[in-house]
Every structure is written in C-alpha cells, then in structure tokens.
C-alpha cells in the first residue's frame, strides 16, 4: 500500500465521524434510555430525575465537546 491509500483509509472514517457530530450531537442517555424519571426501588410511587442526563434523556456524542464546544441544550419532554 501507498502513503495515499492508507491517509484514506484513516481520514475518510474521522472525516464522516466529525461531520455526523456536527449534524446529530446528542444521544440517547445510556443510564435512563430516555425514560428521564426513573422509578425509586423502595418506593415505586416515587420518580427521580436521571442524574446522568439531568432529565433531557439525552447526553451528549464522545468528541462534540471538544471539537466544536457545547451545543444548545435538547428539548425536554
């Protein structure tokens, strides 16, 4: 292989990456599964806010922050 084919083959990935954190930079939350009030486990009456995504049910994509700073925050449900 080529020093060109193998620039492509490492830059077309991080290029299409960087492109899709600017276009969708949330996520659904990994704790709650957008499901932002979870059920207490004593007292199943009680709801609590995630405390991974503050109740958006939403968190941010690995690298958004550093590449292009913090977004506008998602909706609430």
Not at 1 to 18: E, Q, R, S
């Amino acid at each position: 292989m080529d020093g060109m084919t193998v620039f492509a083959i490492f830059a077309i990935p991080i290029f299409l990456y960087v492109a899709s954190l600017k276009l969708s930079p949330w996520v659904l939350c990994s704790n709650c599964k957008n499901q932002p009030k979870i059920k207490g486990r004593v007292a199943t009456h009680a709801h609590h806010v995630c405390p991974k995504c503050k109740g958006t049910g939403q968190q941010l994509r690995f690298g958004r922050r550093l590449i292009f700073g913090e977004p506008r925050p998602p909706h609430k449900r």
